[in-house]
């Protein structure tokens, strides 16, 4: 890795001699000035997509718990100590690993045709090959209306309805609801396998793989297979001439027993305060079908570059910044949990906490959920990321994102950067999921925000903490 070219090349970066201003405003005029040219700065940088370049070449897919993961930690603390973090370190747990193994899937009645499909994450394999009928389900209600036993040596097909594409995701909660409780359904009525749908706005024939939940402390006993949306399409109109349809299926996918994961921290220790933690991240682990460029390597990229850039300012923010590339957040947020769990005491002093994890395109939206009387300070950041096209949403919105999720839990505020997400759920855990997807000047808005509004964040007095309840 080469990465300090890119920063001095990109940097120019001195503090003006505007005064501050005298009377107590919220933010000074110096701050806003250091914001603003911070801006700049990262929207000439492309500091950001070397990194997201360098970890899905160098490193490649990072499925939770793999050696590919390892890997990607070791790539974390190199990149860490290369940009100049005055703290990297690397924070491990234990987890069970599931390997998606190989998959054969066809249709073999009315006719024989390949169907595009692949396993969700926690399916258990066949035991043998499996060649089924095929019982339709035009939905998760369809099928969670099941009786006991109804499904017996047959094969579950749950159908569903395409994602309408958005900016903001929409129906990605509900459409999942079949990837992730729908084998509790299929084996309640004794199906030997379920297919389902994949959860994804495209019709291209890639499958979209995910977790599915567990239920009761308990994983699918039997294979579940998410197939492309056009071969659901085609499902849908042989069932619905009245075809009976037959389908083969061997998996070797399972559980392999406790390995090791961890989170990745870099530290920008602060001047004035620096217990005091302003935390931003992204997830090192991605699916394995892809290289996880967009999920969620431009998230690690950005907070990592926004930070990096921070770091070349002649002074340290008053507050530490710290980056966490989280660990393990595909198969269960287990990095998040892992991180809330080792930090436990120390929380109080996360004073703000966000993630970048919905690709790459451009931000559009900033978002809080902080002490009321810190909102002035969250209108102050947006009205410098105004002239990137960003506005300012709701001030009461729970979130922060996935790995944030622990955290939010246990009081500690949150803002988010609304990125855009109408290509997301093309992309989303399926193979196409690559670095052409992203593109370096919609990378560059995203670095270019997060590095203002962490900035000025990390530099306030401001308290952002809400009164505990
Ligand atoms: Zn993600
Ligand atoms: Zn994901």
Do not use: C
């Amino acid at each position: 890795m080469q990465f300090i070219k890119y920063l001095t090349l990109g940097v120019a970066l001195s503090v003006g001699n505007i005064n501050a201003d005298a009377n107590e405003s919220i933010v000074d005029e110096t701050q806003i000035e250091t914001a603003k040219q911070l801006v700049q700065t990262a929207l000439k940088s492309d500091l950001g997509f070397q990194i997201v370049e360098s970890l899905t070449t160098e490193v490649g897919p990072r499925l939770a718990g793999s050696e590919a993961e390892k890997r990607a930690r070791a790539w974390g603390k190199e990149l860490g100590e290369e940009l100049g973090f005055d703290r990297v370190s690397v924070e491990e747990f234990t987890m069970p690993f599931w390997d998606r193994g190989e998959l054969e899937l066809s249709l073999t009645s009315p006719y024989q045709q390949a169907l595009y499909g692949t396993a969700l994450g926690g399916a258990a394999p066949s035991k043998k090959n499996i060649n089924a009928d095929v019982v339709y389900f035009r939905d998760i209600h369809a099928l969670m209306g099941v009786a006991e036993g109804q499904l017996k040596g047959k094969i579950a097909f749950v159908d569903g309805d395409l994602m309408v594409k958005s900016q903001t995701g929409a129906g990605y909660g509900q459409a999942n609801q079949r990837r992730r409780v729908g084998w509790q359904h299929a084996e309640r009525g004794k199906a030997s396998a379920l297919m389902v749908r994949s959860v994804g706005s495209d019709s291209h024939r890639f499958p979209h793989t995910g977790m599915m939940s567990k239920n009761d402390d308990k994983w699918a006993s039997i294979p579940v297979i998410a197939i492309s949306n056009p071969d659901a399409d085609h499902l849908r109109r042989l069932h619905n001439l009245g075809k009976p349809m037959s389908v083969e299926l061997s998996s070797s996918s399972k559980w392999k027993g406790e390995v090791n994961s961890g989170n990745v921290i870099l530290d920008l220790v602060g001047s004035e305060t620096p217990e005091e933690i302003v935390l931003i991240g992204g997830h090192l682990d991605s699916w394995d079908l892809g290289t996880g460029a967009v999920d969620d390597g431009a998230g690690v990229a950005i907070t990592t570059a926004a930070a990096a850039l921070i770091s070349k300012l002649p002074k340290r923010p008053k507050r530490t910044i710290r980056v966490v590339m989280f660990g393990a957040e595909e198969v269960g947020l287990l990095g998040a949990r892992a991180y809330a769990k080792k930090h436990e005491d120390n929380l109080k002093n996360h004073v703000l906490a966000t993630e970048s994890d919905f690709g790459a395109q451009t931000i559009w939206q900033l978002v809080s959920n902080v002490n009321s009387e810190a909102n002035p300070l969250i209108d102050e950041i947006g009205k410098v990321l105004s002239p990137l096209g960003i506005v300012r949403g709701g001030s009461e919105v729970p979130g922060g994102g996935p790995d944030i999720i622990p955290l939010a839990a246990k009081n500690v505020p949150t803002i988010r950067l609304n990125q855009n997400g109408m290509d997301y759920f093309d992309l989303h855990h399926t193979p196409d999921d690559t670095l052409d997807k992203i593109d370096p000047e919609e990378l560059a808005q995203n670095v270019a925000a997060y590095a203002a509004a962490i900035y000025l964040a990390a530099d306030s007095d401001v308290d952002f903490r809400k009164p505990l309840p």
